[in-house]
């Protein structure tokens, strides 16, 4: 507004209406537009109906009938065209108000991000971690000496305890193979009257063994 026109009382410019409003009233034409259009069809059926009617009766009532079609058809054209356009014109500022709405919950996020972190200093946060990190590690320390056997040291040689096993398990093994007796089954029977049939040796035939073994023994001599 130039200066004359604050001087002398120019008109206020009129403040637009808002999306939510702009939305509304896109969807109410719409809805206006889609009624007219469902009007015109009704009206190019009624107007066939009139032709088919009159086709040979009435020549003239009938081409004046599809001559009102002609034009019903043209505004339908008309209205889906405009339809379309409000549609698409519709979607674009739904889209944008969305759009809107996402930044500024952004924005809000952003803002409590930094509030929250206002009086939090990076380097502190680090000196922080760090004394946890030490202080975990003192407490594992002192857990592995508390746990640790004072009494006795772990100075054992590990190759003397494994060759002492080894003669463990040989000794074991040794008693094993010792054990091992043979099973009654594979071994041969004995007939029992063999000793009973055989004949014992005479007496004059043990004398003659003595006398042959004595006579061996003083040549030996």
Same mark, same amino acid.
Request: proline residues 3%; charged residues 40%; aromatic residues 4%.
């Given at each position: 507004?130039?200066?004359?026109?604050?001087?002398?009382?120019?008109?206020?410019?009129?403040?637009?209406?808002?999306?939510?409003?702009?939305?509304?009233?896109?969807?109410?034409?719409?809805?206006?537009?889609?009624?007219?259009?469902?009007?015109?069809?009704?009206?190019?059926?009624?107007?066939?109906?009139?032709?088919?009617?009159?086709?040979?009766?009435?020549?003239?009532?009938?081409?004046?009938?599809?001559?009102?079609?002609?034009?019903?058809?043209?505004?339908?054209?008309?209205?889906?065209?405009?339809?379309?356009?409000?549609?698409?014109?519709?979607?674009?500022?739904?889209?944008?108000?969305?759009?809107?709405?996402?930044?500024?919950?952004?924005?809000?996020?952003?803002?409590?991000?930094?509030?929250?972190?206002?009086?939090?200093? =990076?380097?502190?946060?680090? /000196? %922080?971690?760090? *004394?946890?990190? $030490?202080?975990?590690?003192?407490?594992? @320390?002192?857990? !592995?000496?508390?746990?640790?056997? =004072?009494?006795?040291?772990? /100075? %054992?040689?590990? *190759?003397?305890? $494994?060759?002492?096993?080894?003669?463990? @398990?040989?000794? !074991?093994?040794?008693?094993?193979?010792?054990?091992?007796?043979?099973?009654?089954?594979?071994?041969?029977?004995?007939?029992?009257?063999?000793?009973?049939?055989?004949?014992?040796?005479?007496?004059?035939?043990?004398?003659?063994?003595?006398?042959?073994?004595?006579?061996?023994?003083?040549?030996?001599?």
């Amino acid at each position: 507004m130039s200066f004359l026109g604050k001087l002398f009382g120019g008109k206020k410019e009129e403040k637009g209406p808002t999306t939510h409003e702009a939305i509304q009233k896109l969807r109410e034409t719409e809805e206006l537009l889609i009624k007219k259009s469902e009007f015109l069809e009704k009206k190019v059926e009624t107007e066939i109906q009139v032709a088919k009617k009159n086709g040979t009766k009435n020549k003239r009532a009938a081409i004046a009938a599809l001559k009102r079609k002609k034009r019903y058809e043209k505004q339908l054209i008309q209205i889906d065209g405009t339809l379309t356009q409000i549609e698409a014109q519709r979607e674009a500022l739904e889209g944008a108000t969305t759009n809107a709405q996402v930044l500024n919950t952004m924005r809000d996020a952003a803002n409590a991000m930094k509030l929250a972190h206002k009086d939090i200093d =990076v380097d502190k946060v680090h /000196d %922080i971690m760090d *004394d946890i990190a $030490e202080q975990h590690d003192i407490s594992r @320390e002192i857990t !592995e000496a508390i746990s640790s056997n =004072v009494a006795f040291p772990n /100075d %054992i040689d590990e *190759d003397e305890l $494994e060759k002492e096993l080894e003669e463990l @398990e040989q000794e !074991e093994l040794d008693k094993e193979m010792i054990g091992i007796s043979v099973p009654a089954d594979n071994l041969p029977e004995v007939p029992d009257n063999e000793l009973a049939d055989k004949p014992k040796p005479s007496k004059s035939r043990e004398t003659e063994d003595d006398k042959e073994f004595a006579m061996l023994q003083s040549w030996a001599t």
